[in-house]
């Protein structure tokens, strides 16, 4: 990573104005050149803007052109991306991931890297036996090219492309796209020893209990709306964010007069350098919203299931699904395929083509889907959706042998009710005032609600009698670091909600979300980092007070 220590010294301060550039391709000779500007001969074209300093965002766009073999799009998209958001991506590799694993690589990282090498050498093999009439193993190949253009491009390797062998480098910037199976990976592979041994990738010690996100589907009353919203819960050193546009010529099979992938254009909130979301939020072409929460696994037992063959990692099988399926059983079905065991979540798909404003709702408008090692269930759940007005997602499975099976019940027994599906704290802080939602304003106002000292379902065994990661955002930044707290989740903490993404059915159609970036602070104070005992925790380009209003980041038609 020689090239970050230059990359770094350039960035500490922001990078301003919209950058344009190009890749072209010589078929002849094989070779990519990168040019400032739009080219009119351009296999990709990118765009990219740091605002974090103004909105607490940077903005990304990525389009190819379906005229030329999708493998050359795929790898020119990555390096497009690589070059122009290069030194971005070297100041959230320093902050969140740059002294995980070493060389020489030793102990957890020593198995970490020999999994990646064994997975990816089974699915190269799938991909070479298989890619030019499954267009499951097409659409993994493309990723795989891309993140391969991404590294080069971070790299400044520009030229000829070297796809003989795809590889994931667990000291280098390809390791960003499997950040959330690490998690899951650290106890399938090093079990109590990584707790005792090892930082997490935000360099927070893995804690009972942690949250990842918030989410809530509402639907209004008359069925005049349906709202789609999403919180990130991470550390607080993973602020630096980008919200993405991706529009991809790809074809569903790589022989000529094969069909464009039904979800070509997707929009997501992402990190820098990460070729999937990650929190998960996605609108896509296709009139579906796909959303994540974290459900993990305590249940050692089912670390059997994860195995390097037969096995695709997450964010590969989630962007998969994003691109292929034209319906939400589609999405799950896709998404099923090959289940790695990692980075396990409960996944809503929504499909906007079902819901017409003031309609009674059809089957297919709600889709939700549980993963766990060895176990997917997935079930249409619009007459939930219906029958409740809302459907919540706070890091419990949802289905009951999901819950059961992945150890949410041997926690219940041990620690109470805030492992319980129903009455853990952001199960009925939703249940409560979700009935409050009538517009955007209050359905935003929730998403970021906190008022743990108030409120008393933000309660808890606690001295003080009360924990901020007890809300809809969390901010276990504000809990005394003095305080005694029952399991870890409830402590004083680099950890919170740290953004808000929201979308309606108007929205949707232009692939538009609204957007606030960095911890709440509607009752709260602000989040500092000159305020807070968190300073020498690393954030190289954020800005120190994070304090921005909603945005919607008007897209692109073509750059």
Not at 160 to 166: A, G, W
Not at 183 to 193: H, V
């Amino acid at each position: 990573m020689a090239l970050l220590w230059v990359v770094l010294c350039c960035t500490f301060c922001s990078v301003l104005g919209r950058r344009i550039i190009s890749v072209t391709y010589d078929d002849s000779n094989k070779a990519f050149s990168v040019h400032e500007g739009s080219a009119d001969n351009a296999v990709a074209v990118a765009s990219f803007e740091n605002a974090v300093n103004k909105t607490g965002w940077s903005y990304l766009e990525v389009h190819t052109s379906d005229k030329i073999s999708d493998e050359a799009q795929a790898y020119a998209a990555g390096l497009a991306e690589g070059v122009i958001s290069r030194e971005m991506i070297a100041m959230h590799w320093h902050n969140t991931y740059l002294g995980y694993c070493k060389k020489p690589l030793t102990g957890f990282c020593k198995k970490l890297q020999r999994y990646f090498d064994d997975n990816l050498q089974w699915v190269s093999e799938q991909i070479r036996q298989h890619a030019d009439s499954d267009p499951y193993w097409h659409q993994i190949q493309l990723f795989l090219d891309q993140m391969s253009g991404l590294v080069d491009g971070f790299h400044n390797k520009h030229g000829k492309r070297d796809l003989s062998k795809y590889q994931i480098d667990v000291t280098d910037i390809s390791f960003m796209q499997v950040g959330g199976d690490v998690e899951d990976l650290a106890q399938a592979l090093d079990g109590a020893d990584h707790h005792r041994n090892h930082q997490s990738i935000h360099g927070n010690k893995r804690v009972v209990g942690s949250g990842h996100c918030s989410s809530l589907i509402k639907l209004l009353a008359g069925n005049k709306d349906l709202y789609v919203a999403q919180d990130t819960w991470t550390g607080y050193n993973g602020m630096l964010r980008v919200l993405k546009k991706y529009d991809f010529g790809y074809h569903v099979l790589p022989a000529k007069g094969s069909s464009l992938i039904p979800g070509r254009v997707s929009t997501f909130s992402s990190f820098p350098g990460g070729l999937m979301s990650g929190d998960d939020f996605y609108t896509i072409s296709t009139g579906l919203v796909t959303i994540e929460t974290t459900i993990g696994n305590s249940n050692a037992t089912l670390w059997s299931h994860i195995k390097t063959h037969d096995s695709v990692l997450e964010g590969l099988r989630n962007m998969v699904a994003n691109r292929l399926a034209t319906s939400g059983k589609d999405w799950c079905d896709t998404f099923s395929k090959f289940n790695s065991g990692t980075y396990n979540n409960e996944w809503m798909v929504v499909d906007y083509t079902k819901f017409k404003a003031g309609k009674k709702l059809g089957s297919g408008v709600l889709w939700v889907l549980d993963q766990i090692p060895g176990m997917i269930v997935a079930r249409d759940l619009t007459s939930l959706l219906v029958k409740q007005g809302y459907f919540p997602s706070y890091n419990s499975p949802h289905f009951p042998e999901v819950y059961n099976a992945s150890g949410w019940r041997e926690s219940e027994k041990k620690f109470g009710d805030w492992f319980n599906y129903d009455l853990t704290p952001r199960a009925r802080i939703f249940r409560r005032d979700q009935v409050k939602v009538k517009d955007v304003d209050s359905m935003t106002r929730l998403m970021r609600y906190n008022d743990f000292t108030h409120d008393p379902l933000s309660r808890c065994n606690c001295t003080p009698p009360y924990s901020g990661e007890n809300a809809i955002s969390a901010r276990c930044d504000l809990n005394p670091a003095s305080g005694k707290y029952p399991f870890g989740a409830l402590g004083h903490r680099n950890h919170g909600g740290v953004d808000m993404k929201l979308t309606t059915s108007g929205l949707v159609t232009s692939l538009e979300f609204i957007a606030i970036g960095g911890p709440t602070y509607d009752n709260l104070p602000p989040f500092q980092w000159t305020k807070s005992d968190f300073k020498d925790v690393p954030h190289v380009g954020q800005p120190d007070l994070w304090k921005f209003s909603p945005i919607i980041h008007k897209w692109k038609r073509r750059i």
